[in-house]
Nanobody, 122 residues
Framework: QVQLKESGGGLVQAGGSLRLSCAASGRTFSTYVMAWFRQAPGKEREFVGGISRNSDYKYYADSVKGRFLISRDNANNVYLQMNSLKPEDTAVYYC????????????????WGQGTQVTVSS
């Protein structure tokens, strides 16, 4: 299993930007499909963005399309660039990994980070 650790969260004003990072341990990082999920208080965890093993395919929730960008590098990192942030983007953001497969359901991801808080003020 891969170990994940998020960073980059914080407090930002509406319209601002943040870049989240997820550092993964393990030598088989390139074999994992990676994704970001988020969970706001009182709400279920929801999918935000996902990226295939070779970065050929990227997926986004409708709520973030055109504002968020997911990427990964060869140094075991996954990123989520968040632009034009809105108060409704406030949540704990989690990095997740799955070995194989293409679906972006949280139940299919076996490795999770501890999360990083993102707060967007109006």
């Amino acid at each position: 299993q891969v170990q994940l650790k998020e960073s980059g969260g914080g407090l930002v004003q509406a319209g601002g930007s943040l870049r989240l990072s997820c550092a993964a341990s393990g030598r088989t990082f390139s074999t994992y499909v990676m994704a970001w999920f988020r969970q706001a208080p009182g709400k279920e965890r929801e999918f935000v963005g996902g990226i295939s093993r070779n970065s050929d395919y990227k997926y986004y929730a409708d709520s973030v399309k055109g504002r968020f960008l997911i990427s990964r590098d060869n140094a075991n990192n996954v990123y989520l660039q968040m632009n034009s942030l809105k108060p409704e983007d406030t949540a704990v953001y989690y990095c997740a990994a799955r070995f194989g497969g293409t679906t972006m359901d949280a139940q299919d991801f076996g490795s999770w980070g501890q999360g990083t808080q993102v707060t967007v003020s109006s």
